[in-house]
């Protein structure tokens, strides 16, 4: 009799790795951490450090019940894959921003070149009933570059960004080189209904793949996949609970003292392009034009770490808005009121949860968005008795669960500012009745619920 095998493990690699006691301002590695923690298993990726080479060696650590295997990457390497190819390339690609797409043709080659490093050292630690869980743009052809090492595991891939229609993939150089190798994995994961849309139609008419019932596709290679539509969420209790424990807190006794009573807004983004901040700022300037009655009444709080400063669109960014935020308070401020707080810097989950518990409206405006956990985590931090409201835009795929939001458009600046105004002065009744839909959509489809679905998909 053939001995027991030994139960498989998970295995989740994505790029970057949230070590212990660092801080997630990602929302990939902030969902990986709380599914990681329950289930256990091994995290794999790149230790967010640069070396002469790169995965020289392999570091491994221990936390709990999570095993941590991280390698590092040279400079040049780094700066063609991470730098260059997922995050100039895919990137703005994913966000339908095909005008920001950079063509350089030598990031592709260190993109491949990183993955089949991954590739090389993750062989070492699979083990044959171990399920392998691949996340994001970064590491699209690492099922492919495995397969070719004979790993017949179960491998599945999760896209955290949004997934475009075929027509606007197609613009991506040697696109089918690189997207026909999502094949390779046994499941592909994505947020919405038009992601996964996006994904079929790409493989029915740009590679000749079949598609049949259940989302399941065969390609021109003959090889069986399957689609799945699995909307991330988030660790709905534990936020509740982060945001009432929050009233302790000395940051959140302070914010409050500086308000002075006055109804505030919060936004809450890596300071990243595709996340709309321009055209909030904007949108709350028409709103101080339009409604003088709320000068002095409100304080619109952005908080903006910033993220890949090493990439020019993000340092132009950031001058933009340091100009509009400037430029709006020049315009606005009285001695006593500043209308922006646009902080730079990134906050302790514990009392971003406060933050957002204080204040009465989620200005959570992306031009494109996989989801939007911050959407989420506000509904979540609020205090059943008297929430806040959510102004959303439609397209960030949370928008498609939480319908009781006030939907917009985030470049329709007359639409956002109306929808400021109006969650300003929700009644408390709609305002409950808004959060309650919201937030039971958020209890029955939390982060656990998110990994087992997946999961049991990919087992199935
Ligand atoms: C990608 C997709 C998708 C933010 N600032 C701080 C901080 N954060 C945390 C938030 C939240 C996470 O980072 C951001 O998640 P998002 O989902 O909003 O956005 P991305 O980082 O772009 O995430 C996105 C997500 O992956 C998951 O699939 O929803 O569409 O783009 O958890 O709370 N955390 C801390 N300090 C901060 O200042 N600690």
């Known amino acids: ?28 590695a902030s969902a990986m951490r709380e599914a990681l923690r329950e289930r256990g298993g091994l995290w794999f990726g790149w230790s ?7 995965a020289s060696t392999v570091h491994h650590r221990q936390d709990g019940p999570v095993r941590y295997a991280t390698i590092d990457l040279s400079r040049s390497d780094h700066d063609h894959f991470y730098d260059g190819y997922a995050n100039r390339t895919l990137w703005p690609l994913l966000h339908y921003r095909p005008d920001l797409v950079d063509y350089s043709r030598g990031h592709l080659d260190g993109y491949l070149r990183v ?51 075929a027509g606007l993939l197609i613009a991506l150089p040697r696109h089918r080189e690189l997207l026909e190798t999502l094949s390779s994995y046994d499941l592909i994961g994505l947020h919405t209904a038009r992601d996964l849309r996006s994904l079929e139609e790409y493989f029915v008419h740009e590679t000749g793949a079949s598609l049949g019932r259940g989302h399941r596709l065969r390609s021109s290679q003959g090889r069986r996949f399957r689609a799945g539509m ?4 988030i660790d709905t209790k534990h936020v509740a609970q982060d945001a009432e424990q929050s009233e302790s807190l000395e940051e959140i006794a302070d914010l409050r003292t500086s308000l002075e009573g006055r109804a505030l807004i919060i936004g809450v983004d890596r300071l990243d392009y595709s996340k709309g901040l321009p055209q909030r ?59 922006i707080r646009y902080v730079n810097k990134s906050f302790p989950h514990s009392v971003l949860s406060g933050y ?20 989420k985590e506000y509904v979540a931090s609020q205090d ?50 808004r959060w309650r839909g919201m937030m039971d959509v958020l209890e029955r489809h939390d982060i656990t619920a998110w990994r087992q679905s997946f999961l049991g998909a990919l087992a199935d």
């Not at 053939?2 to 990939?28: E, F, W, Y």
């Not at 699995?230 to 969420?233: N, R």
């Not at 808005?321 to 400037?326: N, T």
């Not at 300003?424 to 009744?429: D, F, G, R, V, Y």
Request: charged share 20%; no cysteine.
């Open 1 to 28: 009799m053939a001995p027991p095998s030994r139960a498989g493990q998970l295995i989740v690699v994505s790029n970057r790795v949230a070590l212990p006691k660092q801080t997630a301002t990602g929302g990939l």
């Open 115 to 165: 993955n089949n490093v991954f590739a090389e050292r993750l062989i070492d630690l699979i083990e044959p009933n171990d399920t392998i869980w691949v996340n994001d743009y970064h590491l699209i052809p690492l099922a492919a570059l495995l397969r070719q090492r004979r790993i017949k595991n179960r491998i599945g891939f999760f896209l955290h960004t949004p997934l475009p229609a």
């Open 281 to 339: 700022f904007h949108a709350y300037a028409r709103l101080l034009e339009r409604a003088p009655e709320l000068h002095r009444q409100v304080s619109f709080l952005q908080i903006a770490p910033p993220s890949r400063t090493t990439v020019p669109e993000y340092r132009q960014i950031r001058r933009e808005l340091e100009r509009s935020a400037g430029h709006i308070n020049g315009l606005y401020a009285a001695p006593d009121w500043v209308p």
């Open 230 to 233: 699995f909307p991330i969420g």
């Open 384 to 433: 059943p008795e008297n929430p806040g409201v959510l102004v959303l835009s439609r397209f960030a795929g949370a928008a498609q669960e939480l319908t009781q939001a006030l939907l917009v458009n985030p470049a329709d600046t007359e639409e956002v500012a109306d929808a400021l105004q109006q969650a300003l002065s929700m009644p408390l009744a709609e305002r409950r009745q």
């Open 356 to 375: 957002y518990r204080n204040a009465k409206v989620g200005l959570v405006t992306p031009m494109r968005d996989g989801m939007n956990l911050v959407a």
């Open 48 to 54: 967010g450090k640069i070396a002469r080479q790169t």
